[in-house]
């Protein structure tokens, strides 16, 4: 199971479009699991998908959290 931390939402809000956190938490957790891995270092990962960087803790291998997001410049 994957968490998205509030700061995750906000950014997604903030840079991509405005919607209920619910539908926000779905299309991340979607997004990710489609998503292209660029590397991981000190149990951190950047994975990108359509543009988007998503920056994953992955301390806990059973519960990943999305910390962040932003767009691929």
Avoid at 4 to 23: D, Q, V, Y
Avoid at 26 to 32: A, E, N, R, T, Y
Avoid at 47 to 60: A, Q
Wanted: charged content about 30%; some cysteine; glycine content about 2%.
């Amino acid at each position: 199971m994957m968490t998205i931390s509030k700061h995750a939402i906000e950014r997604f809000k903030e840079r991509i479009t405005w919607e209920e956190n619910h539908s926000v938490e779905k299309f991340i957790k979607l997004d990710v699991s489609n998503s292209e891995l660029l590397y991981r270092k000190d149990e951190m990962e950047r994975r990108t998908i359509n543009g988007i960087v998503y920056i994953i803790d992955c301390r806990n291998a059973n519960q990943p959290v999305v910390v962040t997001l932003f767009l691929d410049s």
